[in-house]
């Protein structure tokens, strides 16, 4: 599942071969940027924000977001492309590479200068050079809303999605019904730094420590299967901002109790 994480890495990847170099093919497969022409341009750079990829193109910025199912792939010219062509949305390509966005949820293309239009909203990122852990805290503390909606919510952290927000509660025994205003936020935001920073650089996303399948989740995906603490059954539940936008939300509810007993977490 894309998070934050895997954005940043694929992010990495385009900039490592795209960035500096003139760009020979320019192919957006969404009717709004379906004309547009960006071949003998410059890629200054490729970074993200959050869940979003922005390619920075001469005066120009490719807005993208994986949104469930996307991936950015990168090839070697004339490579066999590994996901069939109807699914690609975005093609950029430079001497020699090209790159491939399958299965894209946004490909628009604006002026960068215009950039802030479509991710300024976001809240800060753990990821990126301007990380901000107060305002994070801040953000999440004004929140009344349920700890998982407000977690959830790009507006207050950028890159934590489902598996982020239901790992994060556990190791922190929030119950996902808590108001996110009576969480101690300061210490959930650091540990959702370390968290995502550790996993940016792996191969496999783990909150355990062990990487291997089917042990690195302490929650997620683990519905009626006993706690790995206290051995009590997972629950799962549906959680949103509306009924339109519920995410899948998984918990201990002897880890993770309604109401504040006085334990600390991990």
Same mark, same amino acid.
């Given at each position: ?8 890495? &694929? *992010? /990495? !990847? @385009?900039? +490592? ?5 003139? #760009?020979?093919?320019? $192919?957006? =497969? ?105 305002? &994070? *805290? /801040? !953000? @999440?503390? +004004? ?5 998982? #909606?407000?977690?959830? $919510?790009? =507006? ?111």
């Amino acid at each position: 599942m894309p998070e934050g994480d895997t954005v940043h890495r &694929a *992010a /990495r !990847r @385009l900039h +490592a071969a795209l960035a500096g170099r003139v #760009v020979t093919r320019f $192919d957006l =497969r969404v009717p709004q940027a379906a004309t547009a022409d960006l071949r003998g341009e410059t890629v200054h750079e490729v970074v993200a924000r959050g869940k979003h990829v922005l390619h920075r193109i001469g005066e120009h910025t490719l807005h993208t977001h994986l949104r469930m199912e996307g991936e950015w792939h990168v090839y070697a010219q004339g490579a066999r492309w590994r996901r069939p062509a109807y699914q690609a949305r975005a093609i950029v390509s430079a001497p020699g590479v090209e790159t491939v966005g399958f299965e894209l949820g946004i490909v628009e293309l604006l002026l960068t200068r215009d950039e802030e239009a479509a991710v300024g909203y976001l809240g800060p990122d753990p990821l990126a050079p301007d990380w901000d852990p107060d305002e &994070a *805290a /801040r !953000r @999440l503390a +004004a929140d009344t809303r349920a700890a998982h #909606v407000a977690l959830l $919510d790009q =507006r207050n952290v950028a890159g934590f999605g489902t598996e982020y927000v239901n790992e994060l509660l556990f190791l922190r025994g929030i119950a996902p019904t808590r108001p996110m205003s009576e969480v101690d936020t300061a210490a959930l935001v650091a540990l959702g730094a370390r968290t995502i920073r550790r996993n940016v650089d792996q191969r496999t996303r783990s909150f355990t420590g062990d990487a291997r399948p089917g042990r690195a989740m302490w929650v997620y995906g683990r519905d009626r299967q006993p706690c790995r603490r206290c051995g009590t059954p997972i629950r799962k539940t549906a959680m949103g901002p509306d009924p339109t936008r519920e995410r899948r939300v998984y918990w201990c509810p002897r880890c993770q109790p309604e109401a504040d007993d006085g334990r600390s977490a991990a």
